[in-house]
């Protein structure tokens, strides 16, 4: 779906964090930051990623002030929407909808099974955890999850390698989602929890229709972890990373 023709109906901007406010596991820039300050002055933004919120405060809090004027405005929603956090002179949990320990133990021997029957081949390092617990959601990292963007980014372009391992994984966890993320990863979290319900919750909660709700990702395509959103028959937009990601900000920053 391309720009809605007319911006002024735009009440929310949601964004997808890796690759498309920042390049993976990076910080945002200050110029990014500087873009969402100036739309805060038009609408309320949020930014919905498969990340705990730890790292939200390592990626995006590190350069982003929420002490600005419009702070109650900035809302995160992290593991895939998962958890819904809102800032009030401080960010506060408005929703979390957390995994059994019955059904991580599930998850984790689904992978060890899936990544056995598919031939994933172990890297010699790994780099911080190979699969960890968000607590809302496990995820599968290739090269662990503090992996060098340089290391990510040739290993799975056309997305094969992962739907391989999901499709393993969707036959032993059909009550869970499992979804595409980043550029190495697989996150899973309990079924029916997306970015959808994460963003219809904050809809809800904000008083805002689908129309008047625009989404920006770099993972639309079917099985992506945005690919979710469509269902909501908001408008949405794929991005190809930071850069095309500020042209289309600064685009609906050119409103009159």
């Known amino acids: 779906m391309k720009m809605p023709a007319s911006k002024k109906n735009l009440k929310l901007v949601a964004f997808d964090l890796d690759g498309t406010l920042a390049e993976s596991k990076s910080q945002l820039?200050?110029?990014?930051?500087?873009?969402?300050?100036?739309?805060?002055?038009?609408?309320?933004?949020?930014?919905?990623s498969g990340a705990a919120f730890q790292q939200f405060e390592k990626q995006f809090l590190s350069t982003f002030n929420p002490e600005s004027d419009h702070a109650g405005r900035v809302h995160i929603l992290s593991t895939n929407g998962a958890s819904l956090y809102e800032y009030d002179n401080s960010w506060n949990t408005l929703h979390t909808s957390t995994l059994t320990s019955v059904e991580k133990k599930k998850i984790f021997q689904a992978f060890d099974e899936a990544l056995s029957e598919t031939g994933f081949v172990y890297p010699e390092t790994i780099y911080g955890i190979l699969i960890e617990d968000r607590d809302s959601q496990i995820t599968f990292s290739a090269f662990g999850s503090e992996a060098p963007l340089a290391l990510k980014e040739g290993w799975d372009q056309d997305h094969a390698k992962r739907e391989r391992i999901a499709l393993a994984l969707r036959a032993r966890l059909p009550e869970f989602s499992v979804r595409i993320g980043g550029s190495t990863s697989i996150d899973i979290t309990a079924q029916g929890v997306d970015k959808a319900s994460g963003l219809e919750r904050l809809m809800n909660h904000l008083d805002i229709a689908p129309h008047e709700l625009l989404y920006i990702g770099d993972?639309?395509?079917p099985g992506g972890n945005d690919a979710s959103v469509h269902r909501l028959g908001s408008h949405t937009l794929e991005t190809s990373g930071p850069e095309e990601t500020k042209k289309i900000i600064n685009d609906i920053l050119s409103e009159e």
């Not at 820039?29 to 919905?48: F, G, P, Q, Y």
């Open 219 to 221: 993972a639309l395509f």
């Open 29 to 48: 820039t200050k110029e990014m930051a500087d873009l969402l300050t100036r739309l805060l002055d038009k609408m309320h933004v949020a930014i919905v």
